[in-house]
């Protein structure tokens, strides 16, 4: 069974300076998807950025890039320029598809503070 | 706007009452699921449906069930709640099994059991 690991329970980072998230993860496939997803307090979860296993390249999404590093299975995510409405809490996330079921398991989380 | 929509989003039910959480979406996708999250743990999938067909995981308890009468609407029963079911509830959408495809949460459900 794949699992998730976040290792950091709560991030702390001044505005407009960098902040990385980091994940890793345990699995015996070769193709996956990970992803990070954002929660901000009281309100619903949403996509950040994913990676797909097979692109080396590693994915970018404004302010947001990810360090995918296959081999250690890790999949890092780099805040830039943080903002206020970068506060929350940050989940990694490993999806499986096996053709006829898709399944994301996510990891504890991360709770990124952001101060003035 | 298209989403993914969750009510109530607070839930307060007695030991052993029955309740039932209620999801829809105007996104006409596919697949709906529900995802169990603990106070500070990961969200726990529970099952999902793509279109009628009912996925369960293996450790979802027989307590919990889930009627999905229409493309637009889910439901997640749970028959006879437990103080362990206290959690946030949260709905979740994507349009198909694709690995990369995107899932479109709801804001969730808060289950108080007293």
């Known amino acids: 069974a794949q699992t998730v690991t976040q290792s950091q329970p709560e991030m702390s980072v001044q505005e407009a300076e960098t902040v990385t998230l980091s994940c890793t993860y345990d699995?015996?496939?070769?193709?996956?998807?990970l992803f990070w997803y954002k929660q901000p307090p009281s309100r619903q979860m949403i996509l950040v950025i994913r990676?797909?296993?097979?692109?080396?390249q590693n994915a970018t999404e404004n302010r947001f890039s990810v360090n995918f590093q296959k081999a250690a299975k890790s999949f890092s995510l780099k805040i830039s320029d943080s903002q206020l409405g970068d506060a929350a809490m940050y989940f990694c996330?490993?999806?499986?598809?096996?053709?006829?079921?898709?399944?994301?398991?996510f990891g504890t989380g991360t709770r990124l503070q952001v101060t003035l | 706007d298209a989403m993914v929509i969750q009510n109530p989003r607070y839930q307060v039910t007695q030991f052993g009452k029955p309740v039932t959480l209620s999801c829809s979406q105007t996104?006409?996708?596919?697949?709906m699921y529900w995802y169990q999250q603990k106070s500070s743990q990961a969200p726990k999938l529970l099952f999902h449906y793509y279109d009628k067909d009912f996925n369960n995981e293996a450790d979802t308890p027989d307590n919990f069930q889930s009627r999905r009468p229409n493309t637009s609407f889910c439901f997640l029963d749970i028959r006879s709640p437990g103080l362990g079911d206290a959690a946030m509830y949260l709905c979740?959408?994507?349009?198909?099994?694709?690995?990369?495809?995107?899932?479109?949460f709801g804001p969730g459900t808060r289950l108080l059991v007293l």
């Open positions: 699995t015996s496939e070769s193709d996956y998807y």
């Open positions: 979740a959408t994507s349009r198909n099994f694709r690995q990369g495809e995107t899932q479109y």
């Open positions: 990676q797909e296993a097979y692109k080396q």
């Open positions: 996104l006409n996708h596919n697949v």
């Open positions: 996330a490993y999806r499986t598809y096996t053709g006829t079921a898709s399944k994301l398991t």
